[in-house]
């Protein structure tokens, strides 16, 4: 079956733009996450959202990220006033909620490049 | 906070050369436990992973990895590599249930011919 599908697969932009990053999951999976990942490191978390609440934002690095997930399937991460700081690669996972054993299924990830 | 240690960086390895990978986690709770790999160009897929049982677990193509629980580790094996693992690899961890992954930074494995 399809896995887990993000687009646009890269985005350049400039500082101070809003960009919206969009992650389609594995059909069924009702849990969903966003992770970054910088060159040289491991992804780090970002948000998870268990249907279309958000469960878990502690690891959004301040208020000029948001992502939404209104009908607890797609979900777009969205980031304000861009800082070059922020390009990095922004991956997404999703996995069915199978108790406290839980596989997280990754998609190819956006590259972001804030110029 | 959880925490994931790889202690190697960048490993090179001949062909047919044995492989082990080292990852170190700090939790002091019930975890479940992954190796992923990232080959060049391609997302991050998932190589295997521990849940409970029997602590050594087998994944896709020929890697095993073993859980010590004693020693907070998750080490991975392969007993002969080939060219076409030359990828990265990262060790993750999660508390049990629907929790976010934590990574450690990742192992670069170049096998040369």
């Known amino acids: 079956g399809a896995g887990v599908s993000q687009t646009p697969s890269n985005k350049v932009t400039e500082k101070g733009k809003y960009v919206e990053l969009r992650c389609d999951p594995i059909?069924?999976?009702?849990?969903l996450y966003w992770y970054r990942q910088s060159l040289g490191q491991g992804p780090e978390f970002l948000i998870y959202?268990?249907?279309?609440?958000?469960?878990?934002d502690s690891g959004l690095p301040n208020d000029r990220f948001f992502a939404v997930r209104p009908e607890g399937s797609v979900s777009t991460l969205k980031i304000q006033r861009t800082e070059r700081g922020d390009s990095a690669v922004y991956l997404c996972?999703?996995?069915?909620?199978?108790?406290?054993?839980?596989?997280?299924?990754f998609g190819p990830g956006t590259r972001l490049l804030v110029l | 906070a959880q925490s994931v240690s790889q202690h190697n960086h960048h490993v090179i390895l001949s062909e047919a050369a044995s492989l082990e990978l080292g990852c170190n986690y700090s939790?002091?709770?019930?975890?479940?436990l992954f190796w992923y790999v990232q080959y060049p160009g391609q997302h991050l897929q998932l190589l295997l992973k521990?849940?409970?049982?029997?602590?050594l677990v087998k994944g896709i193509k020929g890697f095993e990895a073993e859980f010590i629980k004693s020693k907070f580790s998750f080490n991975l094996r392969k007993p002969s590599v080939q060219w076409s693992d030359t990828a990265e690899y990262f060790c993750?961890?999660?508390?049990?249930?629907?929790?976010?992954?934590?990574f450690g930074k990742g192992t670069r494995l170049s096998v040369i011919a």
């Open positions: 521990y849940f409970s049982g029997d602590p």
């Open positions: 993750a961890v999660n508390a049990q249930g629907n929790t976010p992954l934590v």
């Open positions: 959202f268990q249907g279309t609440g958000a469960a878990d």
């Open positions: 996972a999703s996995s069915q909620r199978t108790g406290p054993q839980e596989t997280q299924y």
């Open positions: 059909s069924g999976h009702t849990a």
């Open positions: 939790y002091g709770g019930t975890v479940n």
